[in-house]
DNA sequence: CTTGACTCCGTACTTAGGTACGGGGTTTAC
DNA sequence: GTAAACCCCGTACCTAAGTACGGAGTCAAG
């Protein structure tokens, strides 16, 4: 059982050391044990759960919902429907971005790959392919 | 070719009065043609556009990088090869988010599937499936 | 046993992405 | 033909998410 400082945690995380700090505060990482002279003692999860935060965040989740996700697997003590409830619209949330996503790709797809013809600067697909009103 | 104002075409975007000068001013929108009196006029598909934008951020995407994303179809009179090499990027950093969430979505489904035996609060597999060091 | 690297903390600053304000002109509906 | 509702612009303000500062304590190597 290796504990990390919160310098060392922070480099395997990726992020800076005022971000731990900062996460700490904010409740994405619980407050870790301390040394005797006031050390924080980081598992080598806490890595994990950062790069886990960093990633969410190039997603376009908030921290907040980035909490909101670690709080499902965190705590499954809570009434099991709730979390159930949450996760389904988390679920569906992400099956959504994937959505949009999986269309930009094949727009851009196309772009790549046939765009000779659609030189001209009116009316390429891209924008159009991913409307529809539908608002997440 | 019915025009539109400003207010109107923010209504139509989904975004604030204020946010299409910033976007003006950021580029995003091309300036717009101007009545007598200095009142801006957008085509239909400037709310499009805002749409677009609006999606393209909850996915993460800055505005730099948005910015980037439609250039690759307003004005494909650059290097072919240019803007190939810049399309096939965004589509591997697209292909790269998809796989991120499809693996969060997995897990979600599982918890909510069978987390009855997952009760218990350490080594759910949820931050472990979406790490491997993968930066991107 | 000291020097350099690291940590602590509170607080202040920064960046991205908007949003609001307010004094002025314009357009539309009575 | 005037009041309400819009629009203009420059500038100031705001929120989220960090990031930096700086004075003080600590730890590890020589």
Same mark, same amino acid.
């Given at each position: 059982m290796e504990k990390l400082t919160t310098g060392r945690v922070a480099q395997l995380g990726g992020v800076n050391l005022e971000t731990i700090r900062y996460y700490e505060r904010r409740g994405l990482l619980q407050k870790p044990p301390r040394t005797e002279a006031g050390y924080r003692q980081f598992s080598p999860e806490t890595a994990q759960r950062l790069r886990f935060i960093k990633r969410a965040k190039e997603l376009g989740f908030s921290l907040d919902e980035i909490g909101e996700l670690l709080t499902l697997r965190v &705590?499954? !003590? &809570? !009434?099991r429907g709730d979390v159930r409830t949450r996760a389904e619209a988390k679920i569906a949330d992400i099956e959504n971005k994937i959505e949009t996503l999986a269309a930009m790709k094949t727009v851009l797809r196309n772009l790549v790959d046939q765009c000779e013809h659609c030189a001209? $600067? $009116?009316?390429?697909p891209i924008l159009a392919s991913l409307d529809g009103e539908r608002s997440l």
């Open positions: &705590q499954p !003590k &809570q !009434k001209s $600067d $009116d009316e390429c």
